[in-house]
T-cell receptor
Framework: ETGVTQSPTHLIKTRGQQVTLRCSSQSGHNTVSWYQQALGQGPQFIFQYYREEENGRGNFPPRFSGLQFPNYSSELNVNALELDDSALYLC??????????????FGQGTRLTVV | GDSVTQMEGPVTLSEEAFLTINCTYTATGYPSLFWYVQYPGEGLQLLLKATKADDKGSNKGFEATYRKETTSFHLEKGSVQVSDSAVYFCALSDRGGTASKLTFGTGTRLQVTL
C-alpha cells in the first residue's frame, strides 16, 4: 500500500508566475483535498476533488484551481502568484463514503516560496 | 461556520511530565474530532480520533474524550517523552462532510526536554 506522495518538495517562484503542484493519492482512495499551511498556522482547506470534480471549496480565490485524474491523482494550480501564497501545501486523500471519522492521509507537502 | 480553538504554545515540559493541550470547537451538528501531529519537516499524521459524544480516542499513550456538553476534545498524556516534541493540531470534520474536509486549529507546539 503506497502512501500519499507530493511533488515537488520545494519550489521557488516569482510573484505573478503560475505554479502546478502534484499529488498521488493513497492506493484505494478516491478523494483528494488540498490545504494551505502558512508558517505557524493550521492548515486551511482549499478544495476537495471526488470523481474528477470539485466537491467543496474553502475561502480561496478562483486563481486557485485543481484537477483530479482517473487514477485519483490530483494537481493544484495557482495563477498570478502573490507573496502571501508562500506556504506549505498539503494534499490529503481518503475514501469517500467510508463513513464518518474515516482517516485522511496526508502527504509531506510542497513548500512554496514566492519571491 | 465551523471553527477549532486550541491553547497557544509553545508548551515546554520536562520528560515524564503530564501533558494537557486544550481544544474547543464550534460546529453545526455532530462533528468527528481528531488530533493530528506534525513532526519537523513532515506532513500531518493522525494521532487519534472520536466520532461521537463520550467516545475516547487513544494512541501511543495519548488520550482525548469527546465532550459534547463543553464542546471540547482536550489531548492528554500521562508521561511525555522527548520524542513527543512536535506540533499538535486539533481538527474536526462536519458530519455532513467527508473525511478529508477538515477544519484545523492553529496548532500547539510541544517541546519536551530532558
Amino acid at each position: 500500500e503506497t502512501g500519499v506522495t507530493q511533488s515537488p518538495t520545494h519550489l521557488i517562484k516569482t510573484r505573478g508566475q503560475q505554479v502546478t503542484l502534484r499529488c498521488s493519492s493513497q492506493s484505494g482512495h478516491n478523494t483528494v483535498s488540498w490545504y494551505q499551511q502558512a508558517l505557524g498556522q493550521g492548515p486551511q482547506f482549499i478544495f476537495q476533488y471526488y470523481r474528477e470534480e470539485e466537491n467543496g471549496r474553502g475561502n480561496f480565490p478562483p486563481r486557485f484551481s485543481g484537477l483530479q485524474f482517473p487514477n485519483y491523482s490530483s494537481e493544484l494550480n495557482v495563477n498570478a502568484l502573490e507573496l502571501d501564497d508562500s506556504a506549505l501545501y498539503l494534499c490529503a486523500s481518503s475514501l469517500y463514503g467510508a463513513g464518518q471519522g474515516t482517516e485522511a492521509f496526508f502527504g509531506q507537502g510542497t513548500r512554496l516560496t514566492v519571491v | 461556520g465551523d471553527s477549532v480553538t486550541q491553547m497557544e504554545g509553545p508548551v515546554t515540559l520536562s520528560e515524564e511530565a503530564f501533558l494537557t493541550i486544550n481544544c474547543t470547537y464550534t460546529a453545526t451538528g455532530y462533528p468527528s474530532l481528531f488530533w493530528y501531529v506534525q513532526y519537523p519537516g513532515e506532513g500531518l499524521q493522525l494521532l487519534l480520533k472520536a466520532t461521537k459524544a463520550d467516545d475516547k480516542g487513544s494512541n501511543k499513550g495519548f488520550e482525548a474524550t469527546y465532550r459534547k456538553e463543553t464542546t471540547s476534545f482536550h489531548l492528554e498524556k500521562g508521561s511525555v517523552q522527548v520524542s513527543d516534541s512536535a506540533v499538535y493540531f486539533c481538527a474536526l470534520s462536519d458530519r455532513g462532510g467527508t473525511a478529508s474536509k477538515l477544519t484545523f486549529g492553529t496548532g500547539t507546539r510541544l517541546q519536551v526536554t530532558l
